[in-house]
């Protein structure tokens, strides 16, 4: 079975640009998470999409936003980057809540 | 609130030897304690883990075990390998099942 993909890999914006990152689960898995990662903050949760739904929800201002379409693909978006928003985004999928979480490569976000 | 330390931040083991790395966590409702290993410029990657009606769980030379009580969770690693050379991330699952996870350990196997 093929892994988490993320694209793009790397992207470089501008503060004050919006940015869309996407995410494909390994196939049969409905449920899809996204974290933030950066040196200072470490792993943290920003949502999690489960058929369609957001479940969860962690501790970012709504600038932060996502969807996950019919076929369990995810997208996030940030608006109105900031130069804090530079960071390593993750998603993770699993077959349900409860359920082991696997990474994808990550995507590196560089604001500047 | 939901919170997992861990420690150390960082660790150096000579090859062969063992490495310990522990988690506390603070809601005494998490039931779901995974590890991962994070290697430079890729994702975290599961390596083991482990439910709460279960005290140890081993895989080859990866072992985790967990204490409910003391609600501390340890990973252990025998026999390093400079492949072991990596971060590694403890977590755990909280009522709403969200990961949240330690501030990781970078781990050096001195060959």
């Known amino acids: 079975k093929a892994g988490v993909t993320q694209t793009p890999r790397y992207l470089i914006k501008t503060r004050g640009q919006q940015v869309t990152l996407s995410c494909s689960p390994i196939?049969?898995?409905?449920?899809v998470s996204w974290y933030q990662q950066t040196p200072g903050q470490g792993l943290q949760f920003l949502f999690e999409y489960f058929s369609e739904t957001q479940r969860n929800k962690g501790n970012f201002p709504g600038r932060f936003s996502g969807r996950q379409f019919s076929n369990s693909r995810s997208e996030m978006n940030v608006s109105t980057l900031e130069l804090g928003d530079s960071a390593l985004y993750l998603c993770a999928s699993r077959t349900g809540p409860g359920e082991t979480q696997y990474f994808g490569p990550g995507t590196r976000l560089l604001v500047l | 609130g939901e919170n997992v330390e861990q420690h150390p931040s960082t660790l150096s083991v000579q090859e062969g030897d063992s490495a310990v790395i522990k988690c506390t966590y603070s809601?005494?409702?998490?039931?779901?304690f995974p590890w991962y290993k994070q290697e430079l410029g890729k994702g975290p990657q599961l390596i083991i883990d482990i439910r709460s009606n279960v005290g140890e769980k081993k895989d080859q030379r990866i072992a985790v075990t967990l204490n409910k009580t003391a609600k501390h969770f340890s990973l252990h690693i025998t026999e390093t390998q400079p492949e072991d050379s990596a971060v590694y991330f403890c977590?755990?699952?909280?009522?709403?099942?969200?990961?949240?996870f330690g501030t990781g350990t970078r781990l050096t196997i001195i060959p």
């Open positions: 809601d005494s409702a998490s039931n779901y």
């Open positions: 977590a755990a699952t909280f009522g709403n099942e969200k990961l949240t």
């Open positions: 196939s049969g898995h409905r449920s």
